[in-house]
């Protein structure tokens, strides 16, 4: 498998990994920084075992990491240039600041065509 291909499974994975409703909650509220696997189960609001299957495909996909501080396991984005990508996907790609900047529209208010 070349180098291209290779990323390009890692980079299926990771999406696949998002495309789930709950996982991407979880990733929403991990943008505002480290939070307690039992603050996430109440988030979701399914069981411990549910939550921690979220966890581990989030985990597997490098899009979170964990820390454990005493009996408690903390999770946190491993990916902190997630959130701008997010951020970026709520609203219509002629709309986004980063989107309009790349395509060189002086307006944001204006459509391109194509």
Known sequence: MDTTT?????????????????RLRMVHFLKGGA???CELQ????SDMSTVSRHL???KN???VKDEKKGTNVYYSLALPCLSA??????DT?????CCVESMGIANGNQEVEG
């Open 6 to 22: 290779q990323h390009i499974e890692k980079q299926a994975q990771l999406f696949k990994a998002l495309g789930h409703p709950s």
């Open 35 to 37: 939070r307690c696997v």
């Open 42 to 45: 109440e988030l979701i609001g």
């Open 56 to 58: 581990s495909v989030l």
């Open 61 to 63: 996909a490098k899009i």
């Open 85 to 90: 990508f997010l951020e970026c996907t709520y």
């Open 93 to 97: 790609p002629f709309r986004r600041k």
